[in-house]
């Protein structure tokens, strides 16, 4: 938990010089937060190539409003859900032109989403990567990156009472799958 603090604490303080134009310190900080980022965009996508192409997008447009960013604090939270949008529109941009949103549903993603290593087992890492979307990118906000409740609220631009209810039900699901009922 000391190492979370101050990796907490390092990252309010890049913020901070960012927003003064350091150079340098924003340089840290997506050198610190762009694999993060890259993560859950491939978390909510399941395309390596679209994850890529989302964190890279959501770059320039943290670049444009981090000055416009009020608390340190709330870095991790605002940088996931400007990922979480721009995978949304892309998202929303093949959904019209190949109509995705069918083939998804018939044909889930065979790629397990990256996990972190500190999870054991495949079995965890395939009932995550079996999860819908926003199930997982909840599960990964919160167990993962340790994000509070209301954290992965604003990264997934959803309403608190969603994340518990996103939670609730990717639990059982893993759950059932851990214990052989599915």
Same mark, same amino acid.
């Given at each position: ?90 998202? #929303?941009?093949?959904?019209? &032109?190949?109509? $995705?949103?069918?083939?998804? /549903?018939?044909? !889930? *993603?065979? %790629?397990?989403?990256?996990? #972190?290593?500190?999870?054991? &087992?495949?079995? $965890?890492?395939?009932?995550? /990567?079996?999860? !819908? *979307?926003? %199930? ?16 992965? /609220? ?29």
């Amino acid at each position: 938990m000391v190492a979370d603090s101050a990796a907490r604490i390092l990252d309010e303080y890049l913020v901070a010089a960012a927003r003064t134009g350091d150079r340098h310190a924003f340089g840290l900080l997506a050198r610190r937060w762009h694999g993060k980022l890259v993560a859950h965009a491939w978390r909510l996508t399941g395309d390596p190539d679209m994850a890529q192409d989302a964190a890279q997008a959501s770059w320039l447009e943290i670049v444009g409003g981090l000055g416009r960013l009020r608390d340190e604090k709330a870095f991790p939270a605002w940088a996931y859900r400007i990922v979480t949008r721009r995978c949304a529109r892309q998202l #929303d941009q093949r959904i019209r &032109g190949r109509r $995705l949103a069918q083939s998804l /549903a018939e044909n !889930p *993603p065979e %790629q397990p989403a990256p996990v #972190d290593a500190a999870l054991v &087992g495949s079995a $965890l890492r395939s009932a995550i /990567a079996a999860l !819908p *979307p926003d %199930q997982r990118g909840a599960i990964a906000l919160f167990y993962l990156e340790e994000l509070s409740v209301a954290e992965v /609220a604003v990264a997934l631009h959803v309403p608190v009472g969603t994340v518990k209810t996103r939670l609730m039900h990717a639990r059982r699901k893993l759950r059932g799958v851990l214990e052989g009922e599915e």
